[in-house]
């Protein structure tokens, strides 16, 4: 009686695991070279399954780029919200969570993240406008709960967040002109250089204001 769900399960858990390969060997085939540029052949024999199956679980290769973009922004919001903590400011006021803010992100391997979204992107536009819709999605969200934690009026976070992913953007496309997408001690000194300097120009702003 207890065989069918059983059989079931196992066919679930190697569903999810396939998924998860496929994914991982997009990510380390983006990261290795530097660009989203593999074909469906070298993805399947990076994740160790057969070329069919990377079409059991997407429509596409562009739809397992994309779906890599979204589990790694996720992963950056969660760890985000983990660095800030349970309680990002105590204070309730823009400039205390502006500073948990900013603690957070110089604690996070920033550079990493933006070498692999540069590579995953590549100059494509259809895939620049699809993650910009990723982006938004996880700006709005990230927004509501630091809202609900600090106290701060949602409409002050979602300004708040709005600069820094700005500012954040502006910093990456400076520092990939600059590092020539390169990640070693001087580009990540730099990128740090780069983000002091941003943090130290919209603190001043909002130092007094709260």
């Known amino acids: 009686m207890t065989a069918e769900p059983v059989v079931m399960d196992r066919r679930a858990e190697l ?3 396939h998924r998860e390969a496929i994914l991982d060997a997009a990510d380390s085939l983006i990261l290795e070279r530097g660009k989203a540029r593999f074909s469906v052949d070298e993805l399947a024999e990076r994740a160790d ?3 069919r199956t990377v079409f059991n679980h997407f429509s596409s290769l562009d739809d397992v780029i994309m779906t890599s973009c979204t589990r790694t922004l996720n992963r950056a919001v969660d760890e985000f919200l983990a660095v800030t903590s349970v309680t990002p400011s ?3 006021t823009s400039a205390a969570l502006f500073a948990e803010i900013t603690t957070a992100v110089k604690a996070m ?3 990493s993240l933006i070498s692999y979204f540069f590579g995953l992107l590549d100059g494509d536009d259809a895939r620049a406008e699809n993650a910009d819709g990723v982006f938004m999605r996880s700006t709005e969200a990230l927004t509501v709960e630091l809202a609900r934690r600090s106290g701060v009026d949602e409409f002050e976070v ?3 967040v709005s600069t820094l992913m700005n500012g954040i953007a502006a910093i990456a496309r400076h520092w990939m002109v600059q590092a020539d997408g390169i990640l070693d001690a001087d580009s990540r000194s730099l990128w740090d250089s780069l983000l002091d300097r941003f943090v130290r120009i919209v603190r001043d702003g909002y130092s007094t204001s709260s």
Do not use: N
């Open 49 to 51: 399954i057969a070329r």
């Open 15 to 17: 569903k999810a695991r």
């Open 90 to 92: 105590s204070h309730g």
């Open 158 to 160: 979602a300004i708040l």
């Open 109 to 111: 391997d920033l550079p």
